[in-house]
């Protein structure tokens, strides 16, 4: 274990992202079969479910009914719904919507963060993400960050730890609660999930660490027992491994 600045504790903690990212990409979906399969994951005892995303309703139309999906669902005691907000419009939206944690993105890679994104990783983190986090925070909702091609980019390849690391730092300096280390192509492998996770606690940094990993090259379990063995206990999940395909992975089957 990689010591006392690890998530020592017991329990772990899974954050199922199949009602945002993963039902929809099954076909056509209405407002009430979100609503459903959310309202069932609460049931089922999940108590972090990443339901929706507040992306322009014209660009990624599949999303558009996020504040519907929101109305509708029978808020359970003790879950935390989570929502996707790309810029500042988004998670005004997320806030006016009831959203308690709103999810933001950045990419460890400057090529993937322009083409995912639409602008380069400094922009996103000197511009965009200060102005969700101001709105979240004014509001009392919490900010969970995703780190993605934290283990490396299918475009420009290897991504440094050291540049990963620098970018923890700042969102967790930003005040993100919770930061969720992405590996969006499948890159990872059991000894680079354990030297990153044991180089990270090793900071001792107060924001909470989550590990997400993608399946495509078959290592996505081996990679959470690593992460598990370096200290993680916060893991994002797809029930049924439902999950959209990250953006400019080279395999179009790809579960959490």
Same mark, same amino acid.
């Given at each position: #274990?990689?010591?006392?600045?690890?998530?020592?504790?017991?329990?772990?903690?899974?954050? /199922?992202?199949?009602?945002?990212?993963?039902?929809?990409?099954?076909?056509?979906?209405?407002?009430?079969?979100?609503?459903? *399969?959310?309202?069932?994951?609460?049931?089922?005892?999940?108590?972090?479910?990443?339901?929706?995303?507040?992306?322009?309703?014209?660009?990624?139309? @599949?999303?558009?009914?996020?504040?519907?999906? #929101?109305?509708?669902?029978?808020?359970?005691?003790?879950?935390?719904?989570?929502?996707?907000?790309?810029? !500042?419009?988004?998670?005004?939206?997320?806030?006016?919507?009831?959203?308690?944690?709103?999810?933001?993105?950045?990419?460890?890679?400057?090529?993937?963060?322009?083409?995912?994104?639409?602008?380069?990783?400094?922009?996103?983190?000197?511009?965009?993400?200060?102005?969700?986090? !101001?709105?979240?925070?004014?509001?009392?909702? !919490?900010?969970?960050?995703?780190?993605?091609?934290? *283990?490396?980019?299918?475009?420009?390849?290897?991504?440094?730890?050291?540049?990963?690391?620098?970018?923890?730092?700042?969102?967790?300096?930003?005040?993100?609660?919770?930061?969720?280390?992405?590996?969006?192509?499948?890159?990872?492998?059991? @000894?680079?999930?354990?030297?990153? *996770?044991?180089?990270?606690?090793? &900071?001792? &940094?107060?924001?909470?660490?989550?590990?997400?990993?993608?399946?495509?090259?078959?290592?996505? #379990?081996?990679?959470?027992?690593?992460?598990?063995?370096?200290?993680?206990?916060? *893991? /994002?999940?797809?029930?049924?491994?439902?999950?959209?395909?990250?953006?400019?992975?080279?395999?179009?089957?790809?579960?959490?």
């Amino acid at each position: #274990m990689a010591g006392k600045s690890a998530q020592s504790e017991t329990n772990v903690t899974f954050v /199922d992202t199949a009602a945002r990212d993963g039902i929809v990409t099954a076909g056509a979906c209405s407002i009430s079969d979100k609503v459903a *399969f959310i309202n069932r994951l609460a049931e089922a005892g999940l108590k972090h479910i990443d339901c929706v995303a507040f992306t322009h309703p014209r660009l990624i139309p @599949k999303h558009a009914d996020a504040e519907r999906v #929101m109305q509708e669902i029978n808020k359970a005691s003790g879950v935390v719904y989570i929502g996707l907000a790309p810029n !500042e419009i988004g998670c005004r939206r997320a806030v006016v919507a009831g959203v308690d944690q709103v999810l933001t993105l950045v990419a460890a890679s400057d090529e993937y963060n322009k083409l995912s994104l639409g602008r380069c990783m400094r922009d996103t983190l000197n511009k965009t993400l200060p102005a969700i986090i !101001e709105v979240a925070t004014q509001a009392g909702k !919490e900010i969970r960050a995703y780190i993605l091609t934290a *283990f490396g980019c299918p475009y420009t390849g290897r991504v440094l730890y050291d540049d990963v690391i620098g970018i923890i730092q700042k969102l967790s300096f930003m005040g993100a609660k919770e930061i969720s280390i992405v590996d969006s192509a499948g890159m990872a492998n059991p @000894k680079s999930v354990k030297d990153f *996770f044991r180089e990270v606690f090793s &900071l001792k &940094l107060k924001t909470s660490l989550a590990a997400h990993f993608h399946n495509n090259r078959g290592l996505g #379990m081996a990679n959470c027992i690593a992460a598990y063995e370096a200290g993680i206990r916060i *893991f /994002d999940t797809a029930l049924g491994g439902l999950s959209g395909t990250p953006f400019g992975s080279i395999d179009q089957d790809i579960g959490n």
